[in-house]
């Protein structure tokens, strides 16, 4: 059973100093910078042997590309390898259901390594992303996006982040009926909540520990299924 959920409360003082500090302006982004370019080139073999696997599997396309709510507010199209059959968003809907029939084989690999998201060094590359931030979200669901939540759009998303460690098993904790729905009544407000976090805690020390976090995270996952 999830435990309790607590919602932190910041002041617009506190979120607006976060966003346009040194840090969340510059510092990040060269960092990003520094580590992605050479990540992308020590990781061609990895993109080869996975997108070789995709196109055995199930065809081309290997990437999954979609619009997601970026930086300032600007539409941007994530890079993801392909973990579904083609054409999914036609099919179902954008939660992924516990056992969703449209997870290849080879998808459901990726997705329990996270290799599925490694193409977003491209995004990070070309400053649409970031390592650490908040996931980006579907226009759909940004647009709705009221209050203090409008600070997630100040921060460059990221590949992870506090509401991706709370909710890494998220096809497990949203079901298999009724994926959307439960995910927009139960589970969306609090990833917000989480992003408007990482938002107030934003800086290096946060960053490297959400990272650590999420390797733990990531390789129990590996080993326990």
């Known amino acids: 059973m999830e435990d309790k959920f607590e919602v932190i409360q910041y002041t617009d003082e506190q979120l607006g100093k976060k966003v346009n500090g040194i840090y969340n ?18 990781l061609i073999p990895v993109y080869v042997a996975v997108s070789v696997a995709i196109i055995i599997e199930d065809g081309a396309p290997v990437l999954y590309r979609a619009d997601r709510g970026g930086y300032k507010n600007k539409t941007f199209r ?4 392909r973990s579904m059959v083609k054409n999914a968003d036609k099919i179902g809907g954008y939660t992924t259901a516990f056992h969703d029939p449209r997870v290849t084989k080879t998808g459901a690999f990726l ?34 996006f009221q209050g203090q939540e409008k600070y997630i759009l100040e921060v460059r998303p990221g590949i992870t ?7 890494i098993n998220l096809d497990e904790l949203v079901g298999r009926e009724n994926a959307d729905e439960f995910f927009q009544k139960e589970i969306l407000w609090k990833k917000n909540a989480l992003r408007v976090r990482y938002v107030a805690e934003i800086s290096f020390q946060t960053d490297m520990k959400i ?15």
């Open 161 to 167: 982040d506090f509401s991706s460690i709370k909710f």
């Open 25 to 42: 302006r510059c510092i990040k982004r060269g960092i990003d910078l520094c580590l992605a370019i050479p990540f992308f080139v020590i």
């Open 111 to 144: 997705r329990k390594t996270k290799l599925d998201e490694i193409p977003q060094l491209i995004n990070i590359i070309k400053g649409e992303m970031s390592f650490i931030g908040p996931r980006p979200e579907v226009l759909e669901y940004v647009n709705r």
């Open 78 to 81: 994530i890079c993801k390898f």
């Open 211 to 225: 990272f650590f976090i999420t390797v733990g995270k990531v390789l129990k996952k590996f080993i326990e299924k």
